[in-house]
């Protein structure tokens, strides 16, 4: 026994009013809504700025191995090699050069000391 057109259309029907869509468009008023559209790509971020370097030490303060070595030299009260430890750290920002690892002799205004 073949299903009579009419059978058909109301088991349509029923379908397409028991949807959530279409419930919710008869609800409000409207045709059922769109998927919404995707977001434009965004530009990439700008790189950050880069750090400061740290200050260079004063002229009163040594840090790091500059501070140990002119600890040394201002616990014995060697005011020329005080005088060079401080040249030294205003010199070498927080990393020894060269210079300042072999302080044995110290020529200031044309007279050389002996340091510790």
């Excluded at 050069?97 to 007279?111: F, L, M, N, Q, R």
Aim: positive net charge; contains cysteine.
């Amino acid at each position: 026994m073949p299903l009579k057109p009419c059978f058909l259309f109301s088991v349509a029907l029923f379908f397409l009013l028991n949807t959530k869509s279409f419930n919710e468009a008869k609800l409000s008023g409207t045709s059922p809504a769109k998927a919404p559209a995707p977001a434009p790509p965004t530009p990439p971020l700008a790189p950050a700025p880069p750090t400061p370097p740290p200050p260079p030490p004063s002229s009163k303060v040594c840090v790091g191995p500059c501070w140990e070595r002119c600890h040394d030299i201002k616990a014995k009260n060697i005011r020329p090699c005080m005088v060079l430890c401080t040249r030294c750290c205003m010199r070498c920002n927080y990393v020894i050069p060269p210079a300042c690892k072999t302080w044995t002799t110290v020529t200031i205004e044309g007279y050389t000391y002996q340091c510790p």
